[in-house]
């Protein structure tokens, strides 16, 4: 019996050889979408422990890494959701070399706080797809979905942003050039 | 509708809500999830205290005058 056939039949120590083998992997997509290493963490034994409920469901044959990703994105969809949009978007990891004027800051949390009231899934597509630049295919792999409607998402994220921002007299680039 | 549509909007949250550059994990889990699987284990009870409690059920049902003499030894 292989690996992944050990762990679907409840093995432990098959568990916790793909647990050391895809940790690293999965922590670092979570902590892209919540943007906070304690969280991410957090959600990482969450989604681990979600794949260990769920292993009798597990096709042995198929893809241990893309069944993982798919966990990670819906366990960090559910914290998105959970979380109030009002709380601060959190940015541990993401350094901004240059100190800020008032006026900049003022501006960076308005656009932070627009970003923040994305609907959950709107707000996970466009932090992949605009902020980390992660790939249309991969995003959709990743969220169960295809990648036309990763586009559709993506799109009504952008036009819910432009208009928040629009709102709040945040000019992007594109509007000054009107 | 491309990849590269998007752009300005791109740039500016760039500019703003940089993307993440430490996503090493500092940590290994294992223990954490050792201890999220040890929590959630559902209680197992032996299969004696089941037959045991059968044994006690069966009893009130068969005799239930030891009902009165269980609830004054009690």
């Known amino acids: 019996m292989d690996l992944q056939e050990r762990f679907a039949a409840g093995d432990l120590e098959a568990f916790e050889v793909l647990f050391r083998q895809h940790q690293k992997h999965v922590y670092a997509w979570i902590v892209r979408i919540v943007r906070d290493s304690g969280i991410a963490e957090d959600l990482t034994v969450e989604t681990f422990w979600r794949i260990h409920k769920s292993r009798a469901r597990f096709n042995p044959d198929g893809n ?22 009002e709380t601060e978007l959190p940015n541990d990891l993401a350094g901004h070399p240059n100190p800020d004027s008032a006026v900049q800051r003022e501006t960076r949390d308005q656009i932070r706080q627009a970003f923040n009231r994305l609907p959950a899934k709107y707000r996970l ?37 432009r208009k928040q921002l629009s709102s709040l007299q945040v000019r992007t680039p594109n509007h000054e050039r009107k | 509708m491309n990849e590269n549509d998007h752009k300005d909007l791109r740039d500016l949250l760039k ?31 032996p299969w004696f205290d089941w037959a045991l409690a059968a044994v006690a059920a ?16 009690l």
Do not use: C
């Not at chain 1, 990703?69 to 959701?81: G, M, Q, S, V």
């Not at chain 1, 990743?142 to 586009?151: E, Q």
């Open chain 2, 15 to 45: 500019q703003n809500i940089a993307p993440v550059t430490h996503t090493e994990l500092r940590r290994d889990l294992w223990p954490q999830m050792l201890r999220r699987l040890d929590q959630q284990q559902p209680v197992r009870v």
């Open chain 2, 58 to 73: 069966a009893a009130l049902v068969l005799f239930p005058g030891v009902i009165p003499a269980l609830l004054y030894h």
């Open chain 1, 125 to 161: 597509v466009a932090t992949l797809a605009l902020i980390e630049e992660e790939p249309y295919d991969k995003i959709a792999s990743a969220v169960g979905i295809s990648s036309s409607l990763v586009k559709v998402r993506l799109f009504r994220a952008v036009r819910m942003l």
């Open chain 1, 64 to 85: 241990f890494g893309a069944w993982a990703y798919r966990i990670a994105t819906n366990t960090a969809l559910d914290h998105l959701r959970k979380k109030r949009p």
